[in-house]
């Protein structure tokens, strides 16, 4: 029996000649906040209708809630709630009538869930308004109403958060954490607003041209959270060689040497007597601390920055196909 | 339980689109058209007069009575059915794509074999109840417009005339459903529909209609002529197996294809 939510198993899904999702390998344990981060293109919502059953992978397994998925799309779908990028509504029902028609197709016998469900997500003064007039925040709230309603144990979300207003943004989280809390659900979701899964997921993954590259826990993310020291002198080359004869290894990126040694950080004072006793004083010296947005550009823009990030976070890169 | 409840839901959507009043009124002309050449037929000169035609116009032969006026309605059904019903079939299928909705549908306890199932049970009931209604309102008109030949046994032929040709039309819409599928939305059904018509009409000029499924329906319905002429058990064979492997290649696109839009 699996212990994990989610599991997958070098899930790769091809398209002719083009690798959308390549030899991905997830563990999501059961009440885990799971941020799957990516740019666009990166395969997050191939993955996700992998996950969903929506499309076939080409190599690997699926497993949901411990049953693999069937070839016919066959899965536990009663306990998994899911938002597939922009919620998909019938125009020409009211918002209730949509609910209806979705906890039908759950086969979810409480009558009242979709009256909880609407005042649960603020959907009251729109409950009996035609879909197709909502606006995209609204929108966004009845896509997020229907994937809750039949109460599942697992929250599949693509841009849960896409379209909503600050406060509507805020109430979500909230939500969602609760729901992680109070009822031991698990939430896996994507999301571009990387503040929002910063400040959400307890486990952070990120994926980049198909591949997952990255995988942290928060609370690893805030102790490795690339601080690093950056120095400026007036001779950057003869300073990086002063400083490689005392030991330390800095590399030269933009005009300024930068370093993530865990001595030099903790002794900027040394770095500083060191470029001083060797003629080329140091012009700036500071101790920076990435942000989560930091990071992720970090590594998904520049290929030569990935190796740096992956020296970062090695003990976080361990744990991916674990 | 499942099925119930994903026909509910198609019903639900049906009922509160603009289908079904659209499509009544659109073959309902059928009826209200065939009466008028009733009227013109039994009187050209007071038609012209009353500028219903024009003074150049050439009548094609016919005479006004029921047996022509149901001939008449058996065709509009078998041709403007094929049409009218393939709108209905793109729009349930294929509006699941352009409102973006499909997706919805993947992932849930409910099969996706049950929806399929639904939408091709509302489907064939609305098409159903629209034969009938073209069928009773052609009784209607025709009292109206009073033309002569009326007995019991042209009414039970008229009604397996008619209501026939509907059925058989209803049959061949799983691949109008199939191509709302494959073409993510209601166009490519469409464009399947009209190059259906106008084959059957190829098909049936050529004397192959009977062996072409698109072409039996007016051949049922008497457009060439009695239909025992025309066609025969292996027409009737030939529409229920383009029927049932439109139906099976439907319920396996949804099955199988990968839903990556």
Known sequence: ?322 | MNLTSAVWAEALKMRRSMVPLFTALGLSLAPVVDGLFMIILKDPEAARSMGLIGSKAQLVAGVADWPTFFNVLGQAVAVGGAIVFAIITAWVFGREFSDRTAKELLALPTPRESIVAAKFVVIAGWTLALTVLVFLIGLGVGSLVDIPGWSGELLWSATVDVVGAGVLTILLLPFVALFAGIGHGELPPMGWTILTVALAQIAAVTGWGDWFPWSVPALFSGAAGPRAEFIGVHSYLIIFLASLAGLVLTFQWWRNTDHAK
């Open chain 1, 1 to 322: 029996m699996s212990n994990y939510t989610i599991e997958t198993d070098l899930l790769t899904k091809r398209y002719g000649s083009v690798l959308a999702v390549d030899a991905v390998s997830l563990r999501v344990k059961p009440g885990e906040i799971y941020g799957f981060l990516g740019l666009n293109g990166a395969g997050k919502t191939t993955t996700i209708r992998a996950l969903l059953g929506m499309i076939r992978p080409s190599a690997g397994h699926v497993k949901i809630l411990g049953e693999a998925l069937g070839a016919n799309g066959r899965g536990p779908w009663a306990r998994v709630g899911h938002l597939v990028e922009s919620p998909g509504v019938y125009p020409e029902l009211t918002v209730r009538e949509n609910l209806e028609v979705a906890r039908r197709l759950q086969s979810f016998s409480d009558r009242e869930a979709t009256s909880g469900v609407i005042d649960l997500l603020s959907l009251g003064p729109y409950a009996d308004r035609k879909a197709g007039t909502l606006s995209t925040g609204n929108l966004q709230r009845l896509g997020l109403a229907r994937a809750i309603l039949h109460e599942p144990e697992l929250l599949i979300l693509d841009e849960p958060a896409n379209g909503l207003d600050p406060a509507g943004v805020v109430e979500v989280r909230e939500l969602l954490r609760r729901l992680a809390e109070e009822k031991g659900v698990t939430v896996f979701m994507s999301s571009h607003i990387l503040t929002e899964v910063d400040r959400l997921a307890t486990r952070i993954g990120i994926i980049h041209q198909g591949r997952l590259i990255e995988e942290l826990d928060t609370n690893k993310l805030e102790e490795l959270r690339a601080k690093r020291l950056e120095v400026r002198t007036r001779n950057l080359e003869a300073a990086q060689l002063s400083l490689k004869s005392a030991g330390y290894k800095f590399i030269l990126e933009d005009g300024i040497l930068l370093t993530t040694d865990a001595h030099a950080l903790e002794h900027p004072d040394d770095i500083a007597r060191i470029l001083v006793n060797a003629g080329d004083p140091p012009t700036r010296l500071a101790i920076e601390q990435q942000n989560l947005e930091d990071h992720f550009l970090q590594i998904t823009r520049d290929p030569s920055k990935q190796a740096v990030a992956d020296a970062q976070t090695m003990p976080a890169s361990r744990e991916i196909g674990v």
